[in-house]
C-alpha cells in the first residue's frame, strides 16, 4: 500500500512538473507547456499532458528522459515507426527496465515540429 501511494505521488509530481509554469515555451505558444525535444528528427514539439496511466505489461509505452535542449527528450516522435502516440514512460526508480515501480502517462506531442 505504502509504495502504491508513493508511486501515485511521483507520478502525480511529474505530472505537475511537465504541466507546470517552469516549464519550457514551444514556438506559438503563449501558454506554458511541455516541450519535447525528439532526438531521431533534430525537432522539438509542444505537447500536453493529459493524465497519468496504469503501467500494463506489454502494452506499448515510449521512454521520456529529463535531460536535452527542452529538459525532455526522446528518440522519436510523429512519423517515426518507434513513435506510440504519447504514451510516456519516465525510469522514476531508475534501474533502466520498464516496470511498475515507474510513471506512466499521456502526452501527445502536437505537431508541427520545430528547431529549437
Given at each position: 500500500?505504502?509504495?502504491t501511494?508513493?508511486?501515485?505521488?511521483?507520478?502525480?509530481?511529474?505530472?505537475?512538473?511537465?504541466?507546470?509554469?517552469?516549464?519550457?515555451?514551444?514556438?506559438?505558444?503563449?501558454?506554458?507547456?511541455?516541450?519535447?525535444?525528439?532526438?531521431?528528427?533534430?525537432?522539438?514539439?509542444?505537447?500536453?499532458?493529459?493524465?497519468?496511466?496504469?503501467?500494463?505489461?506489454?502494452?506499448?509505452?515510449?521512454?521520456?528522459?529529463?535531460?536535452?535542449p527542452?529538459?525532455?527528450?526522446?528518440?522519436?516522435?510523429?512519423?517515426?515507426?518507434?513513435?506510440?502516440?504519447?504514451?510516456?514512460?519516465?525510469?522514476?526508480?531508475?534501474?533502466?527496465?520498464?516496470?511498475?515501480?515507474d510513471?506512466?502517462?499521456?502526452?501527445?506531442l502536437?505537431?508541427?515540429?520545430?528547431?529549437?
Amino acid at each position: 500500500m505504502r509504495r502504491t501511494m508513493l508511486i501515485l505521488a511521483l507520478a502525480g509530481a511529474l505530472v505537475g512538473l511537465l504541466a507546470g509554469p517552469a516549464a519550457a515555451r514551444g514556438k506559438g505558444n503563449p501558454n506554458p507547456a511541455p516541450v519535447v525535444y525528439v532526438t531521431s528528427q533534430g525537432l522539438a514539439y509542444d505537447s500536453i499532458v493529459l493524465t497519468p496511466i496504469p503501467f500494463v505489461e506489454g502494452a506499448p509505452y515510449q521512454l521520456l528522459e529529463m535531460v536535452g535542449p527542452t529538459g525532455l527528450q526522446t528518440e522519436f516522435g510523429p512519423g517515426d515507426p518507434g513513435y506510440v502516440g504519447g504514451r510516456w514512460w519516465v525510469d522514476v526508480n531508475g534501474d533502466g527496465y520498464m516496470d511498475s515501480g515507474d510513471a506512466f502517462f499521456i502526452c501527445p506531442l502536437l505537431g508541427p515540429g520545430y528547431d529549437l
